[in-house]
C-alpha cells in the first residue's frame, strides 16, 4: 500500500515538472552565435577593388570586447534579416551611439581632413581599434590606455612618409620620445603627460585656433592640468601678467620649455638648464630690441644692458662701476632670480 501511494507522488511530481518545463519562456537564444558560425573563420573575407578585406571576427575577443559584453552583432548591424546578406549590409556609423564624440571629431583638424578626401588620416578605428576588439580605455590592452597613446599616436605620427607626404613633420613624435614626459611614460608612469594630455582626443585643433588647448594664450592652463602650482605662480609673474592682459610676444611655458622635446631642467641641453636659461632661452626675448622697448626703457641703452647681464652674472657679488647698469636691470626685471641668488651670493 505505502510503495503504491509512493509511485503514485512520484508520477505526480514527474508530471508536474514536465508541465513546469512546458510552460516555461525558452531561454534566450545568443543571436551573435549563429553570426560567429561563419565569422569566427579567420578566412572569411570578400573582394573590394581587386583586394581580399578579411570579415573575421575572433569570437573570444568580441566577446571580451565592450560591445561584445553589452550588444548582438544585429544590434549595430540592424540591417541584417538572414543569410545570405543581400543586399550588402551597410557600414555601421559610431556616431549612431557616439554622437558627442564624433561631432567633436568633425571638428577636428582629423575630421576636417577626413572630410576633404584624405585617406590616410586617422578615424575611430584607427585609435580605438576592430569595433568587434574594443576594450575600455583603463584596460592596459586598449590601444588608447594612457601608456599606449603614444605609440598609438606614432602609428601615423612616427612614419616619416605618411607625415611628409601631409606637409607634416615627424620630428615631434622623435622628439616626444626623447622627453622627460616620454621617458617617464616609457618608464611606466601614470602621470607623465602624453599626446592627448596636452592636445586633447576627438577635437584636436591646429594650434593657431583659439579653442586649441595649444593655442598660445591656453598654454598655461594645459600644462596646469599637470603644473598647476607652477602656472599659478607663472601668472603672477610679469609675463603671466602680460599673458592675461592678451600680449602675444609674452612667453608662455612652451617658449622657454620647449614643446615636444622639453627635458629636465638639470638636463645640460635642457632650455631651462643653468647653462643655457640667460644667455640662451631669455635671450631669445631679451636681447631683442621690440621685446626689451616694452619695457620702456631706451632700446639701445637695453640691448647694452643685456649683454652686461651676460658678462656679469659669472662674478655676481663683485659689483663694480662697469657693471651697476646690469645689476639695476636684472633686479628689476628678475627678482626672484635675484632673491634666490642672494641666499647663495659669496661674502
Not at 576636417?112 to 583603463?138: F, R, W, Y
Not at 608612469?189 to 583659439?210: F, Q, R, W, Y
Not at 640691448?303 to 651676460?310: D, F, G, H, P, V
Request: glycine share 6%.
Amino acid at each position: 500500500m505505502r510503495s503504491a501511494r509512493c509511485i503514485i507522488i512520484f508520477l505526480l511530481f514527474f508530471v508536474g515538472v514536465a508541465s513546469a518545463r512546458a510552460n516555461a519562456a525558452p531561454a534566450p537564444k545568443d543571436k551573435s552565435a549563429e553570426c560567429l558560425v561563419c565569422h569566427n573563420d579567420p578566412s572569411l573575407a570578400k573582394d573590394v577593388d581587386g583586394k581580399p578585406v578579411s570579415l573575421h571576427v575572433d569570437e573570444g575577443k568580441f566577446k571580451g570586447s565592450i560591445h561584445g559584453s553589452m550588444f548582438t552583432c544585429t544590434d549595430c548591424h540592424t540591417d541584417v534579416k538572414g543569410f545570405p546578406h543581400d543586399p550588402t549590409p551597410a557600414q555601421v556609423k559610431c556616431e549612431t551611439c557616439h554622437a558627442d564624440q564624433v561631432a567633436a571629431y568633425k571638428t577636428s583638424v582629423h575630421g576636417q581632413a577626413a572630410a576633404s578626401g584624405n585617406k590616410q588620416v586617422a578615424t575611430c578605428l584607427s585609435c580605438h581599434g576592430s569595433p568587434h576588439e574594443i576594450v575600455v580605455a583603463a584596460d592596459a590592452a586598449s590601444p588608447v590606455a594612457h601608456q599606449n597613446v603614444p605609440k598609438t599616436c606614432g602609428t601615423c605620427h612616427g612614419q616619416k612618409f605618411v607625415m611628409e607626404s601631409n606637409g607634416i613633420s615627424a620630428a615631434p613624435f622623435y622628439s616626444y620620445e626623447e622627453s622627460v614626459h616620454g621617458k617617464a611614460v616609457t618608464g611606466g608612469s601614470e602621470k607623465a603627460a602624453v599626446c592627448t594630455d596636452c592636445h586633447g582626443s576627438h577635437e584636436i585643433l591646429m594650434a593657431s585656433n583659439p579653442k586649441s588647448t595649444i593655442f598660445k594664450f591656453n598654454v598655461p592652463n594645459t600644462c596646469a592640468k599637470c603644473h598647476d602650482k607652477v602656472k599659478t605662480e607663472f601668472m603672477t609673474s610679469i609675463h603671466g601678467q602680460a599673458i592675461a592682459k592678451g600680449v602675444s610676444s609674452a612667453p608662455v611655458c612652451t617658449d622657454c620649455h620647449g614643446i615636444h622635446g622639453i627635458k629636465s631642467h638639470i638636463d645640460p641641453n635642457s632650455s631651462v638648464s643653468a647653462q643655457n636659461l640667460a644667455r640662451t632661452t631669455c635671450a631669445k626675448c631679451h636681447e631683442g630690441v621690440r621685446c626689451l622697448r616694452i619695457s620702456g626703457l631706451p632700446a639701445d641703452a637695453l640691448a647694452l644692458t643685456w649683454r652686461a647681464i651676460m658678462d656679469w652674472l659669472p662674478n655676481w657679488g663683485r659689483r663694480s662701476s662697469q657693471t651697476a647698469p646690469a645689476v639695476t636691470a636684472f633686479t628689476t626685471f628678475c627678482p626672484r632670480a635675484t632673491r634666490s641668488r642672494r641666499s647663495t651670493r659669496p661674502t
